[in-house]
């Protein structure tokens, strides 16, 4: 079945196969795609032997977020996002915590449309210091994200993307020059992991990682869902940190966060907060500096400290901001440098969810 016409947004990032078929560039899965067929992501498509996005403008609906939900510790803390999604996934992970949104087939959920002016221009209305591309995976829907971006640039609000991180060598270089802060979904450190429980494949997201460190300024944080007995155990996560202390650097936040039961990992147990714990200790100890917990209530593993004097920097509990003493991107006590976007002030956008609708 073809898109509707009012949603047939020429994409980019593909190219003519064979007779009518077209192949898609954007992610690792390089769908082959026969006219009228759709990608594993379900909202590219051939029609008429061209690539066409189904969910450009439309959205399944927009929040008023604090920017530490994506999670980003390091990037203006404080301050107030605006969140949205689309619908689709080019991922397919059994523990999927949105599934209602990144699995479905059901266009009628994306009620909310916008043109990029527009989310700009609320972004700036309702005081947003970013907006954030999130909830499903904005890589599929790339061109929209972009659009918005150039917008958004324009009235000085930066650009979140919240990701997997699976998209190619081919259009990487593109999507990331228009984003000011990612956060990566690295779901496991196993290739085993990645292909059962993702139906997808670790090393892409490695070269995305590898990307954004060495090849851009983009300010990253990385997100690793503990999932019992799929990805925590300690072997697995002494490689982990430890790639990432030697690939990455050791400035690089990373954030160990609960597993609760959901889609179709349902007969699983919740993370304890001990493993998260243990995580972050072993992180630790490869040298990496700031690791935080998530999706529990840990004030010392949520907050930040100098990893020079150990003084607290950012006291948090939950999304409320407490102590803060960062002046100049630095200590204020011992004046040693944090790696990440630091006003001397927190923001004041508070700690609530608020669902918006955009006029």
């Known amino acids: 079945m073809l898109a509707h016409n009012d949603h047939e947004f ?4 593909w190219e003519k196969s064979d007779g009518s078929k077209i192949r898609c560039l954007l992610c690792p899965r390089y769908c082959s795609l026969k006219e009228g067929q759709r990608g594993f992501c379900f909202v590219r498509q051939n029609v008429g032997g061209r690539m066409v996005l189904t969910t450009y403008g439309r959205s399944s609906g927009f929040c008023i977020d604090p920017i530490e939900k994506k999670p980003l510790n390091h990037f203006y803390p404080g301050t107030s996002v605006l969140s949205f999604g ?3 996934c080019n991922l397919g992970c059994k523990f999927c915590q949105n599934w209602n949104i990144s699995k479905s087939r059901e266009f009628d959920r994306l ?3 916008a043109s990029p002016e527009r989310i700009a221009e609320c972004a700036q209305e309702l005081k947003c210091r970013s907006v954030a591309f999130t909830y499903n995976d904005p890589v599929i829907f790339a061109e929209y994200a972009m659009d918005i971006a150039q917008e958004c640039h324009k009235r000085d609000i930066k650009t979140v993307a919240v990701t997997a991180g699976y998209i190619t060598e081919h259009a990487r270089r593109e999507f990331f020059e228009h984003i000011d802060a990612a956060n990566v979904d690295l779901k496991s450190f196993s290739e085993e ?6 139906l997808g494949a670790l090393q892409p997201v490695l070269d995305t990682l590898l990307y954004l460190r060495h090849e851009t300024d983009v300010w990253f944080e990385i997100t690793t869902l503990l999932i019992p007995g799929e990805n925590d155990s300690d072997e697995e996560l002494h490689a982990m940190t430890e790639w990432m202390a030697k690939e990455l650097g050791e400035d690089v936040p990373l954030h160990f ?3 609760h039961p959901d889609f179709k990992m349902m007969d699983y147990s919740p993370t304890p907060p001990a493993t998260l714990q243990r995580a972050r200790d072993i992180a630790l100890s490869k040298g990496l500096r700031y690791v935080y917990t998530g999706n529990v209530h840990d004030p ?3 907050s930040t400290y100098c990893p020079q004097c150990q003084k607290i920097l950012i006291e948090r509990d939950w999304y409320e901001l407490g102590q803060y003493h960062i002046i100049n991107g630095a200590c204020a006590f011992c004046q040693t440098p944090i790696n990440g976007c630091f006003d001397d002030r927190p923001g ?4 609530k969810r608020i669902r918006v609708r955009l006029p």
Do not use: L
Request: hydrophobic fraction near 25%; aromatic fraction near 16%; charge should be positive.
């Open 10 to 13: 020429p994409g980019r990032f």
């Open 86 to 88: 689309t619908a689709g």
């Open 111 to 113: 009620t909310d449309q």
């Open 193 to 198: 992991f990645y292909k059962k429980i993702t």
């Open 257 to 259: 966060t609960a597993f």
């Open 300 to 302: 010392r593993g949520e």
């Open 348 to 351: 004041n956008g508070g700690s």
